[in-house]
């Protein structure tokens, strides 16, 4: 999972290279619309979390990918992929993504999310991912629902703010036409 390719995109792990990148998109105010944290304030702070990011690569084999367009491999265009994130008190297997607004409109996290989505379930055989999205992010939120997710609940993650929805694909199985349906009780 280092390094793969998709119909349009170069995915790779995260290196201490990427800090500017990083910074560029986590620290736009656009890209940081939905987030009550709001954007990155530096690049010692972009730094600081592309080595949480690349310990992550370390400890599980797997973890967030910088994003390319393979008509432009050298610039990084977005952040995503899979880690371990705290729903409740209990870690869960996590989709996340963040793209640069000039990616957003292409189907991109679409695609990106996709590739994470089959090493969750074919490499890892990981038995479900979530996903935490803000309320009013309808664009990711059209994401998730695009690739099978279900509304699962919600989750009070960010002080002082409103609770995140919380969305989850389950594996596929053969014979399990409700694979995907919500736990009685709705419980995370």
């Not at 990084?76 to 607004?101: C, H, K, T």
Request: hydrophobic content about 40%; charged content about 20%.
């Amino acid at each position: 999972m280092l390094r793969i390719q998709t119909e349009r995109l170069l995915l790779r792990a995260v290196n201490a290279g990427d800090a500017e990148a990083l910074y560029a998109i986590f620290g736009d105010p656009e890209t940081n619309r939905y987030n009550p944290h709001g954007p990155f304030p530096s690049l010692e702070h972009a730094r600081l979390q592309l080595a949480g990011w690349m310990k992550e690569w370390e400890r599980h084999g797997f973890g967030r990918w910088a994003v390319a367009s393979k008509d432009d491999a050298g610039r990084v265009i977005g952040f995503g992929g899979l880690n371990y994130s705290d729903y409740g008190g209990r870690d869960r297997l996590n989709l996340g993504y963040r793209f640069a607004p000039s990616a957003w409109g292409q189907g991109l996290a679409s695609e990106m999310a996709g590739q994470a989505l089959r090493c969750a379930f074919e490499e890892l055989a990981a038995p479900a991912v979530f996903a935490k999205v803000r309320p009013a992010n309808l664009p990711s939120i059209r994401v998730l629902l695009r690739l099978g997710f279900r509304h699962h609940g919600s989750l009070r993650d960010i002080p002082a703010a409103p609770a995140s929805l919380v969305y989850a694909l389950r594996a596929p199985t053969a014979g399990n036409a409700d694979a995907n349906e919500k736990p009685a009780g709705g419980g995370l």
